[in-house]
């Protein structure tokens, strides 16, 4: 494993600011709970909100925390690590000129902070794939952190088309694109990334043995297929049969896809030897269940189509995925992450002493649990449909979280 003081300080600042939009992202929620009474495809305002959490959290957490995991996960170093701060600071102005514009409808700082978005995102993501031309076993993480990133870049052309459009007005199925734009990012890179990522780290984490080849192979077929076949859906008008089978098709392969992920997760949690319940295990369980009820949610819509006024289904199906599931598993991994680059930022610097500091510091227990309970309870608030409940319990929640991480070895 290579690491050096710039990749553990940049993976650290990510983190940390990741966990400032948290709760930017659910006070903004509470103010403007009304806004989800419109339908979401034609509601900016929520478009805004979508990205605060995706981009500011999701994305920004991947992104630091990639930093450090794939040369643990593939033995790789980082093809361009003079890339780390230029990236992160593009990124993050980027980012907040694209959500301000969008929340405003100020089509100029749609079209500017998109550009700026792709541009500083596209070259992560290449320094990302340059760094696996050095991978020397092409096992699922391989393949599966390969496909991933190649969907990123996909996801990002699509959101640039997007952002464009708003200021050229340029002609496009807005439904068609966007729900393209959703899939690839959120199926085809944030899944298949923890996927990829789980096969190797849950593993190390829980001593367990690293599922049959079969499974895996099945799963990365199925999903693959189900994203590709809902993007070729869009070359077909909404109403004609090869739009409807190549949708429906892809609807359920990607379904049954995340289904047969989830039962290979818990197979291999099941059977880890490390039995002893952490904080850690409880939100990757909480998420996995949260994925299995959005997926047969979705599954069911995908059988029942289009209920006029049902709009609210597309809210719950995509909090519960991205928060319930994404959301979760990330903020999981961050009580064994954050601790980990830590230790490794005292060791580098060789502060005697503090190492059991560190560890000192994580015994109480009982805090993190409150946090869970918050977040566990705001989430079955925003599947009864208690937004605003939902948003205040989540935002304490957050509150809470980033000033117990950040109290780790401050």
């Not at 640039?160 to 708003?166: D, E, G, I, Q, V």
Request: net charge positive.
């Amino acid at each position: 494993m290579n690491t050096t003081d710039s990749s553990i300080e940049i993976s650290l600042r990510h983190i940390k600011t990741a966990l400032i939009f948290l709760p930017v992202f659910f006070i903004v929620m509470f103010f403007d709970s009304k806004s989800f009474a419109p339908y979401f495809f034609m509601n900016l305002k929520i478009v805004a909100l979508t990205h605060i959490f995706t981009l500011g959290f999701l994305l920004m957490v991947i992104m630091g925390a990639s930093y450090m995991l794939l040369p643990v996960a593939l033995g790789v170093k980082i093809a361009y690590e003079k890339l780390f701060y230029p990236v992160y600071y593009s990124y993050l102005a980027s980012l907040l000129i694209f959500v301000i514009g969008m929340y405003y409808f100020i089509s100029f700082m749609i079209a500017a902070g998109g550009i700026l978005l792709f541009v500083s995102v596209l070259i992560y993501n290449l320094n990302i794939l340059l760094s696996l031309k050095k991978v020397k076993k092409w096992d699922y993480t391989a393949i599966g952190i390969a496909f991933a990133y190649s969907y990123l870049f996909i996801g990002l052309s699509i959101g640039l088309y997007l952002a464009l459009s708003f200021y050229f007005k340029i002609g496009f199925n807005i439904f068609n694109i966007l729900q393209d734009h959703i899939y690839v990012m959120f199926t085809g890179f944030a899944i298949m990334l923890f996927m990829a990522i789980s096969y190797r780290l849950l593993p190390m984490f829980y001593m367990t043995k690293t599922p049959g080849g079969l499974y895996w192979k099945s799963d990365l077929i199925a999903v693959n297929a189900g994203i590709l076949a809902i993007l070729a859906s869009s070359f077909f008008r909404n109403m004609s049969a090869a739009y409807f089978y190549l949708n429906g098709a892809g609807g359920w392969l990607l379904g049954l896809g995340i289904l047969l992920y989830c039962f290979i997760f818990l197979n291999l949690m099941i059977k880890r030897l490390k039995k002893k319940l952490d904080i850690t295990t409880f939100y990757l369980f909480a998420g996995i269940a949260l994925l299995i009820f959005a997926t047969f949610t979705g599954l069911f819509f995908n059988m029942s189509g289009w209920i006029h006024g049902a709009f609210f289904v597309y809210y719950l199906l995509g909090f519960t995925a991205l928060f319930g599931f994404a959301g979760m598993v990330i903020i999981g991994f961050l009580h064994k992450i954050y601790p980990f680059l830590i230790s490794l930022k005292v060791f580098e610097k060789a502060k005697k002493g503090a190492y059991g500091k560190l560890f000192s510091d994580l015994k109480n227990k009982y805090f993190e649990y409150i946090i869970f309970i918050l977040f566990i309870a705001g989430s079955v608030l925003w599947i009864f449909y208690l937004i605003q409940i939902a948003a205040a319990v989540l935002f304490i929640a957050s509150v809470m979280l980033l000033f117990h991480i950040l109290s780790i070895g401050w």
